[in-house]
T-cell receptor
């Protein structure tokens, strides 16, 4: 089956620890995205990548880092500098063709709890 | 990107049509209207999109006003499984599809 996988579904960490969230896609998509969602709120864009070895900050990048070494993988690291890391994290991908209407496909999400 | 305004919640009886409104009064000529929905604790799912003509697919219909300042998503025969948060998003092709997800409308389909 083609799709996006995120693991784990639930993640618990102690304050002050860095944690990396996994996102893998087998859709052969060039573009990938990370969003954060807080309870009762919409999604906010953290980082996005249009192509391998390139990524840009979204609206709330502070305290997060990403890498894009492979087309199918876009891991997100939540660093200890992120003041309120507890949230639902969603990864998405799209074909990423410039100037072409392009829907985003979302993974099932990872719920991170930091205490 | 233009921002959107949606009611926070709506109710609909099972089997009836659900009409979800969205205001996007600052939409520009090259911006499309997209609709996604998010069932509780899952990733959002694409529903439909349009530029200025009305659109229909197997899931829903999208009606865009002539001035493009508002639109309505129609689920013709709502089921309990349509209970979700529905997001209306406007985005241009030139903004690399960076979507702004507002708070959306929570649709409650009741038996």
């Amino acid at each position: 089956d083609g799709g996006i996988t995120q693991s784990p579904k639930y993640l618990f960490r102690k304050e002050g620890q860095n944690v990396t969230l996994s996102c893998e896609q087998n859709l052969n998509h060039d573009a990938m995205y990370w969003y954060r969602q807080d309870p009762g709120q919409g999604l906010r864009l953290i980082y996005y990548s249009q192509i391998v070895n390139d990524f840009q900050k979204g609206d709330i990048a502070e305290g997060y880092s990403v890498s894009r070494e492979k087309k199918e993988s876009f891991p997100l690291t939540v660093t200890s500098a992120q003041k309120n890391p507890t949230a639902f994290y969603l990864c998405a991908s799209s074909m990423g063709l410039a100037g072409v209407l392009d829907e985003q496909y979302f993974g099932p999400g990872t719920r991170l709890t930091v205490t | 990107d233009a921002k959107t305004t949606q009611p926070p919640s709506m109710d609909c009886a099972e089997g009836r049509a659900a009409n979800l409104p969205c205001n996007h009064s600052t939409i520009s000529g090259n911006e499309y209207v997209y609709w996604y929905r998010q069932i509780h604790s899952q990733g959002p799912q694409y529903i439909i999109h349009g530029l200025k003509n009305n659109e229909t697919n197997e899931m829903a219909s999208l009606i865009i006003t002539e001035d493009r300042k508002s639109s309505t998503l129609i689920l013709p025969h709502a089921t309990l499984r349509d209970t979700a948060v529905y997001y209306c998003i406007v985005s241009s092709l030139y903004n690399f599809n960076k979507f702004y997800f507002g708070s959306g409308t929570k649709l409650n389909v009741k038996p």
